[in-house]
């Protein structure tokens, strides 16, 4: 059977429904169901009896269609035929486009492999098209490795410090909740299939409670929104702390038996009183005491915590601290109680086998392969020593959305690089690429997928062939391997094969459908495994409701750490604190007076980081880049709702249309993003202002964590 079946299995003629998954960065990982008319897709939907996506999708993906047939799709390769970044392009045959990158990746690879750097991030969340067949042809060659931190890095890093990995409860269980805190998470916007819990839980008579500097959707339907200032989260869990002891509202029970270092933490909490944490979040001292109260008495008590609040200075911190917080009142004892931020670790991944990393060539002893972090590749490939000579971008778009475009622009605009794009689109990244190479979307290819907003695998099947002369990203590593003579036999391993390797089969969250322990995988062996997700299209993880409620977390120790022996032993501050941002009144009061504004950057509700920002229907409710300010701050600057405003710092500047309104709180403003800059006023985007300096912990980037001006020119 050859290794590249995508399609191959769909009947051109009549109906028939694909099992598949969404595959874009989004807790949520819905199941679908394709609904495919004589060879064409002609509806994407939510499957109704899976139990998280109950059969709705967001707006996005239900118009998933439009954007797989969009005329905008890259059907052919391409090579450059303009200046860089003109993205002017003249097609060329796939046998040319491979022909070009192996001899130009084989000649870099003489002299050192590891001046040539892969970048992908989430583009598919899929385990098969994200990092299989890449990963180890990267292996292979040698090539430098990518940091993946642009996301989630500060958070988990935190969550792993505290919790000992990236669980936590069950989403299902936020239904039966009596008090859910939505911290740093406008989940309408991002986590939609959450937020049906949480009305659910609501209807039940359950208190919401949004903690995020603006006013969102989500914020406007709770019982109470607390708007701090960003950057801000650890004073207030800080406060949390302290209040929850002075009022006497812990668990010391659970807090004996299942959590180390409380005394400490403590210690370091008391100095936070209500007046300080108001002083510092920007918030009524009142607010924390009741707060507190809320937390302490109210149970089954739930905090969903989301990544916005860690793209600061100190966002890992602010994870530690928050995810402490649940078992302070001993919320982990009930299946409703504790906190979410990514379930991703309850699932059994085999990434060894999956990746590869044994086919790395040998290093001179004492030597590493060299790390670029994706969150500073401006200055990586600025300034890198040897220098990055070449670069394969896919599932990722860093011209838009990695941060300080003007010096990311400037590296990827290097005559000197090499650049291969996998794209659907012509994005700001795709423009400067030397050879564009078409992929196919999740209606075109094999997928599966964990997810880091609930415990179910999802598998996706193919309901089309391939759109023009696409190939899934799988193929074209698989192509590109041969080209450049790998003869190991993982690489001709079948899309099939590469998910059912994903799975580790002797996990103990393994669904027992999925459980093996025989022999290797062959071809037949992989189908009949994965059977029954082909079959159902998802399921269940096997990981016990209320997992803590006895300890048992996945650290060292078996319980919540407070204090980390590991950070300790890496010369770190074991104990959780408030680390002000790089840029506030507080931590460069020059700064501020010269850009006063602190500005946030949260996703647009109709993209998903830089996706969907072509779909035409999914662009026109957004109108344009838009920056939302308070009144007071539009008064003070002259600026009316619907005024054309440049928002600038030292590191550049953008425009956006001004939206005036108290959703945003003085001194804050607000820019949904993350716009292509080529569909930005001026082509300019939001990144143009942020900055690469890095979370405490994690290597992260720090968005949120930025100061501007505002002015009408
Ligand atoms: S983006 Fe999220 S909510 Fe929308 S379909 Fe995908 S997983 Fe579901």
Same mark, same amino acid.
């Not at 919790?163 to 998470?185: H, N, P």
């Given at each position: 059977?050859?290794?590249f079946?995508?399609?191959?299995?769909?009947?051109?003629?009549?109906?028939?429904?694909?099992?598949?998954?969404?595959?874009?960065?989004?807790?949520?990982?819905?199941?679908?169901?394709?609904?495919?008319?004589?060879?064409?897709?002609?509806?994407?939907?939510?499957?109704?009896?899976?139990?998280?996506?109950?059969?709705?999708?967001?707006?996005?993906?239900?118009?998933?269609?439009?954007?797989?047939?969009?005329?905008?799709r890259?059907?052919?390769?391409?090579?450059?035929?303009?200046?860089k970044?003109?993205?002017?392009?003249?097609?060329?045959?796939?046998?040319?486009?491979?022909?070009?990158?192996?001899?130009?990746?084989?000649?870099?690879?003489?002299?050192?492999?590891?001046?040539?750097?892969?970048?992908?991030?989430?583009?598919?969340?899929?385990?098969?098209?994200?990092?299989?067949?890449?990963?180890?042809?990267?292996?292979?060659?040698?090539?430098a490795?990518?940091?993946?931190?642009?996301?989630?890095?500060?958070?988990?890093?935190?969550?792993?410090?505290t919790?000992?990995?990236?669980?936590?409860?069950?989403?299902?269980?936020?239904?039966?909740?009596?008090?859910?805190?939505?911290?740093?998470?406008n989940?309408?916007?991002?986590?939609?299939?959450?937020?049906?819990f949480?009305?659910?839980?609501?209807?039940?008579?359950?208190?919401?409670?949004?903690?995020?500097?603006?006013?969102?959707?989500?914020?406007?339907?709770?019982?109470?929104?607390?708007?701090?200032?960003?950057?801000t989260?650890?004073?207030?869990a800080?406060?949390?702390?302290?209040?929850?002891?002075?009022q006497?509202? %812990?668990?010391d029970?659970?807090?004996?038996?299942?959590?180390?270092?409380?005394?400490?933490?403590?210690?370091?909490?008391?100095?936070?009183?209500?007046?300080?944490?108001?002083?510092?979040?920007?918030i +009524?001292?009142?607010?924390?005491?009741?707060?507190?109260?809320?937390?302490?008495?109210?149970?089954?008590?739930?905090?969903?915590?989301?990544?916005?609040?860690?793209?600061?200075?100190g966002?890992?911190?602010?994870?530690?601290?928050?995810?402490?917080?649940?078992?302070?009142?001993?919320?982990?004892?009930?299946?409703?109680?504790?906190?979410?931020?990514?379930?991703?670790?309850?699932?059994?991944?085999?990434?060894?086998?999956?990746?590869?990393?044994?086919?790395?060539?040998?290093?001179?002893a004492?030597?590493?392969?060299?790390?670029?972090?994706?969150?500073?590749?401006?200055?990586?490939?600025?300034?890198?020593?040897?220098?990055?000579e070449?670069?394969v971008?896919?599932?990722?778009?860093?011209?838009?959305?990695?941060?300080?475009?003007?010096?990311?622009?400037?590296?990827?605009?290097?005559? +000197?690089?090499?650049?291969?794009?996998?794209?659907?689109?012509?994005?700001?990244?795709?423009?400067?690429?030397?050879?564009? %190479?078409?992929?196919?979307?999740?209606?075109?290819?094999?997928?599966?997928?964990?997810?880091?907003?609930?415990?179910?695998?999802?598998?996706?099947?193919?309901?089309?062939?391939?759109?023009?002369?696409?190939?899934?990203?799988?193929?074209?590593?698989?192509?590109?391997?041969?080209?450049?003579?790998?003869?190991?036999?993982?690489?001709?391993?079948?899309?099939?094969? %590469?998910?059912?390797?994903?799975?580790?089969?002797?996990?103990?969250?393994?669904?027992?459908?999925?459980?093996?322990?025989?022999?290797?995988?062959?071809?037949?062996?992989?189908?009949?495994?994965?059977?029954?997700?082909?079959?159902?299209?998802?399921?269940?993880?096997?990981?016990?409701?209320?997992p803590?409620?006895?300890?048992?977390f996945?650290t060292?120790?078996?319980?919540?750490?407070?204090?980390?022996?590991?950070?300790?032993?890496?010369?770190?501050?074991?104990?959780?604190?408030?680390?002000?941002?790089?840029?506030?009144?507080a931590?460069n009061?020059?700064?501020?007076?010269?850009?006063?504004?602190?500005?946030?950057?949260?996703p647009?509700?109709?993209?998903?980081?830089?996706?969907?920002?072509?779909?035409?229907?999914?662009?026109?409710?957004?109108?344009?880049q838009?920056?939302h300010?308070?009144?007071?701050?539009?008064?003070?600057?002259?600026?009316?709702?619907?005024?054309?405003?440049?928002?600038?710092? +030292?590191?550049?500047?953008?425009?956006a249309?001004?939206?005036?309104?108290?959703?945003?709180?003085?001194?804050?403003?607000?820019?949904?993003?993350?716009?292509?800059?080529?569909?930005?006023?001026?082509?300019?985007?939001?990144?143009?202002?942020?900055?690469?300096?890095l979370?405490?912990?994690?290597?992260?980037p720090?968005?949120? +964590?930025?100061?501007?001006?505002?002015?009408?020119?």
């Open positions: 059977m050859p290794p079946e995508a399609g191959q299995a769909v009947p051109a003629a009549g109906r028939v429904v694909v099992r598949g998954a969404c595959p874009h960065d989004c807790p949520d990982t819905c199941a679908l169901l394709v609904t495919v008319d004589a060879g064409r897709v002609t509806r994407v939907a939510g499957d109704p009896d899976h139990p998280t996506t109950h059969g709705a999708l967001c707006t996005k993906v239900s118009r998933y269609a439009e954007r797989t047939y969009s005329a905008e890259l059907l052919q390769p391409m090579r450059r035929a303009g200046p970044g003109s993205g002017r392009f003249e097609p060329i045959s796939w046998d040319a486009a491979l022909d070009e990158v192996a001899a130009r990746l084989t000649a870099i690879a003489a002299r050192d492999p590891q001046r040539i750097l892969p970048y992908s991030y989430a583009g598919t969340m899929g385990l098969v098209q994200g990092e299989s067949m890449s990963a180890r042809f990267f292996n292979r060659l040698g090539a490795q990518l940091d993946r931190t642009i996301c989630s890095s500060a958070g988990k890093t935190g969550l792993a410090h919790l000992g990995g990236s669980v936590g409860m069950d989403v299902e269980r936020f239904a039966d909740s009596k008090l859910i805190i939505l911290w740093g998470t989940s309408i916007t991002s986590n939609l299939h959450f937020w049906t949480a009305q659910r839980a609501s209807r039940q008579g359950a208190r919401l409670i949004a903690i995020d500097p603006h006013r969102t959707a989500t914020a406007e339907r709770c019982h109470q929104h607390i708007a701090l200032l960003p950057g989260d650890a004073a207030l800080l406060g949390l702390v302290a209040s929850l002891a002075r006497g509202l %812990l668990d029970e659970y807090i004996r038996a299942y959590t180390v270092g409380f005394e400490a933490l403590l210690e370091r909490a008391r100095p936070w009183t209500p007046d300080r944490v108001a002083g510092v979040c920007g +009524d001292a009142a607010v924390i005491d009741a707060l507190a109260r809320d937390f302490g008495t109210i149970a089954p008590a739930a905090i969903r915590l989301n990544y916005g609040m860690q793209r600061v200075r966002g890992a911190n602010a994870a530690r601290l928050i995810a402490g917080l649940p078992a302070l009142v001993g919320a982990w004892r009930h299946p409703a109680g504790g906190m979410l931020l990514t379930s991703n670790g309850d699932f059994a991944i085999d990434w060894r086998s999956l990746q590869r990393p044994e086919l790395a060539p040998p290093l001179p004492g030597s590493r392969r060299r790390m670029i972090n994706m969150s500073t590749i401006g200055d990586a490939l600025l300034e890198a020593d040897p220098p990055v070449a670069l971008v896919y599932n990722s778009n860093p011209v838009a959305v990695a941060p300080d475009s003007s010096r990311v622009i400037q590296g990827f605009a290097r005559e +000197d690089l090499f650049t291969v794009v996998l794209e659907h689109f012509r994005t700001d990244t795709a423009d400067h690429a030397d050879i564009l %190479l078409p992929a196919t979307t999740q209606l075109e290819h094999l997928d599966i997928h964990a997810s880091y907003g609930h415990r179910y695998w999802v598998m996706n099947q193919p309901a089309i062939g391939p759109m023009g002369e696409a190939l899934p990203n799988s193929e074209i590593f698989r192509r590109l391997a041969r080209r450049m003579g790998f003869q190991e036999p993982c690489f001709d391993d079948s899309d099939l094969m %590469l998910a059912a390797q994903a799975l580790d089969t002797r996990g103990r969250s393994t669904p027992v459908a999925l459980r093996r322990t025989d022999a290797p995988l062959d071809e037949q062996g992989a189908r009949e495994l994965l059977a029954p997700l082909l079959e159902k299209g998802w399921l269940k993880l096997d990981v016990p409701q209320a803590f409620a006895e300890g048992g996945p060292s120790s078996g319980k919540v750490e407070f204090f980390s022996s590991q950070l300790a032993a890496a010369g770190e501050d074991p104990l959780p604190d408030y680390l002000p941002p790089y840029e506030s009144v931590s009061p020059e700064l501020a007076a010269k850009y006063p504004l602190a500005m946030i950057s949260p647009a509700r109709n993209f998903l980081n830089s996706t969907f920002v072509n779909v035409a229907s999914l662009r026109a409710p957004e109108k344009e838009q920056v300010l308070n009144p007071a701050d539009a008064l003070a600057r002259g600026i009316c709702a619907g005024t054309m405003v440049t928002v600038f710092n +030292d590191r550049g500047s953008f425009q249309r001004a939206v005036v309104s108290d959703a945003a709180r003085p001194g804050v403003v607000m820019v949904p993003g993350v716009w292509w800059h080529k569909h930005s006023p001026g082509g300019r985007n939001v990144n143009m202002v942020t900055h690469q300096r979370t405490d912990l994690g290597r992260g720090s968005f949120y +964590d930025c100061l501007v001006e505002i002015e009408v020119r």
